[in-house]
């Protein structure tokens, strides 16, 4: 039996002494996100473990991570109650 009075948590702005976390929002934060990742070896350096990226450009980078961050499938995965196949930075989400 699912509870119907549980609301899911606002997303918030945390701030701390040398960072803060925010959700992110594509339109606001590409630019910046992609001018920190790319542009010398140093800063593409950030792209070495993954599986993803660099991106050729700021809109390239924007529609990757629209296509696979976890922000936009969340209120799915809350409603469903993580009963389905997705994936995730390109690992599939299941819990069978």
Request: charged content about 20%; aromatic content about 16%.
């Amino acid at each position: 039996m699912q509870d119907r009075t549980w609301q899911p948590p606002e997303f918030l702005q945390l701030q701390g002494q040398f960072v803060t976390l925010r959700p992110f929002v594509a339109l606001r934060d590409i630019d910046a996100l992609y001018a920190a990742s790319h542009g010398t070896p140093e800063k593409e350096a950030i792209w070495n473990y993954l599986y993803y990226g660099p991106f050729d450009s700021p809109s390239t980078m924007k529609d990757w991570m629209e296509r696979n961050t976890l922000i936009d499938i969340l209120p799915t995965l809350l409603r469903r109650g993580w009963g389905f196949q997705r994936s995730l930075f390109g690992f599939p989400l299941s819990t069978s």
